[in-house]
């Protein structure tokens, strides 16, 4: 019998609880401020949007020093005088990264 007493207030309050909790609309589009907001981040996703598709892959300031092309095989070499990334392109040409121990087992390059 002693259970019943908390059961049956636990109930009471979890069904209290649940029904207070509105299933109608959100007033948060009624609020003419908050539809402005709304309204000005969708134009400047809309500006956003046709600035990415207005430029293409490519574009801008290229390094002269990176070959253009795909990359086929790299080599990392640690514990020499001259730790490095080396990166073979497609082309036959190759680029070469330094590398520092940034801590145990960590190292950095570029």
């Not at 500006?47 to 086929?72: C, F, H, I, M, Y």
Request: aromatic fraction near 6%.
């Amino acid at each position: 019998m002693k259970r019943r007493h908390f059961v049956l207030p636990f109930m009471a309050v979890a069904c209290l609880t649940i029904s207070s909790c509105s299933s109608g609309p959100s007033s948060f589009g009624d609020d003419p401020t908050n539809q402005a907001a709304l309204e000005r981040l969708e134009l400047r996703v809309n500006q956003l949007e046709r600035k990415l598709s207005s430029t293409t892959p490519g574009d801008g300031d290229l390094d002269p020093n990176v070959p253009a092309g795909p990359l086929q095989s790299l080599t990392l070499r640690l514990g020499t005088d001259d730790d490095r990334l080396r990166l073979y392109w497609a082309d036959g040409q190759s680029s070469d990264l330094l590398c520092s121990e940034e801590g145990k087992g960590v190292w950095a390059c570029g």
